[in-house]
C-alpha cells in the first residue's frame, strides 16, 4: 500500500464515520419524538 492509498483510506474512514454519526444523531431525534419504528436508511 502507497502512501496515496493509506491518506485515501484515512479519508473513507473518516467519511463513514461522519455518516455513522449522523445516523446515530437522527435515530437518537426520532426516539426522543417516541418514533421507535422509524427506518433509518
Same mark, same amino acid.
Given at each position: 500500500?502507497?502512501?496515496?492509498?493509506?491518506?485515501? *483510506?484515512?479519508?473513507?474512514?473518516? /467519511?463513514? $464515520? +461522519?455518516?455513522?454519526?449522523?445516523?446515530? *444523531?437522527?435515530?437518537?431525534?426520532? /426516539?426522543? $419524538? +417516541?418514533d421507535f419504528?422509524k427506518q433509518?436508511?
Amino acid at each position: 500500500m502507497n502512501r496515496e492509498e493509506v491518506q485515501l *483510506l484515512g479519508f473513507e474512514i473518516v /467519511a463513514f $464515520a +461522519g455518516d455513522a454519526r449522523s445516523k446515530f *444523531l437522527e435515530a437518537l431525534t426520532a /426516539a426522543q $419524538a +417516541g418514533d421507535f419504528a422509524k427506518q433509518m436508511h
